[in-house]
């Protein structure tokens, strides 16, 4: 059974750093690009970023570019998300999500986590 | 970045009837290498993460039940619950995965009439 499960998500004040992280399990995780995704109630859901299989491509939308590293480690099943210069608007759940299939970027995503939430507040 | 615009916002259908929610991309998800939309519909319960029903703008997901379908071409795209039952309650999302960034419609709220 494929789980995603995502941790790191606290109260932080606005400049402040956080490191999310979701560990896999139930698939070959070094086979597979992983995304975030994020969600607050006046915007919906938010791709922010991808990371292919290999770590070698990263991809992030312009909300967090240059404050938000995508990184993954596949000996221990885990991707992070290092989060920089932290912004009250960056307040949110925050999801890891799995593409369908492997070694490609370019399709759906078939598993989420349960989220972690991000509150970026003074 | 690719638009993609649901409507309605919400609608309310009566159990046992048809709900109906459209999505426009505002270009093409066609992808000529694949031969396929590159178009996503998933639904999101309370307290959930959003759950993939359909891919490719018309394949059903292993296990979702057959009272949903997904249709469409060019830019327009529809996800049709035939026989609303109460466990369909739920917001649903369109998304494109043509192009980055990824994006995803507003969302459609379902409720029972």
């Known amino acids: 059974e494929v789980q995603l499960v995502e941790s790191g998500g606290v109260v932080v004040q606005p400049g402040g750093s956080l490191r999310l992280s979701c560990v896999a399990s139930?698939?070959?995780?070094?086979?597979?690009?992983m995304h975030w995704v994020r969600q607050t109630p006046g915007k919906g859901l938010e791709w922010i970023s991808l990371i292919t299989w290999d770590g070698t491509t990263t991809q992030y939308a312009e909300s967090v570019k240059g404050r938000f590293t995508i990184s993954r480690d596949n000996s221990r099943n885990s991707l992070y998300l290092q989060m920089n210069s932290l912004r009250v608007e960056d307040t949110a759940l925050y999801y890891c999500a799995k593409v369908s299939l492997r070694s490609t970027i370019w399709r759906h995503f078939d598993y989420w986590g349960q989220g972690t939430l991000v509150t970026v507040s003074s | 970045d690719i638009v993609m615009t649901q409507s309605p916002d919400s609608l309310a259908v009566s159990l046992g009837e048809r709900a109906t929610i459209n999505c426009k991309s505002s270009?093409?998800?066609?992808?000529?290498?694949?031969?396929?939309?590159?178009l996503g519909w998933y639904q999101q319960k309370p307290g959930q993460p959003p759950k993939l029903l359909i891919y490719?703008?018309?394949t059903r997901e292993s296990g979702v039940p057959d009272r949903f379908s997904g249709s469409g071409s060019g830019t327009d795209f529809t996800l049709t619950i035939s026989n609303l039952q109460a466990e369909d309650v739920a917001v649903y999302y369109c998304q494109q995965y043509y192009s980055t960034p990824w994006t995803f419609g507003q969302g459609t709220k379902v409720e029972i009439k």
């Open positions: 490719w703008a018309s």
């Open positions: 270009q093409s998800v066609f992808y000529s290498s694949t031969n396929n939309y590159h």
């Open positions: 139930g698939f070959t995780f070094n086979n597979y690009a």
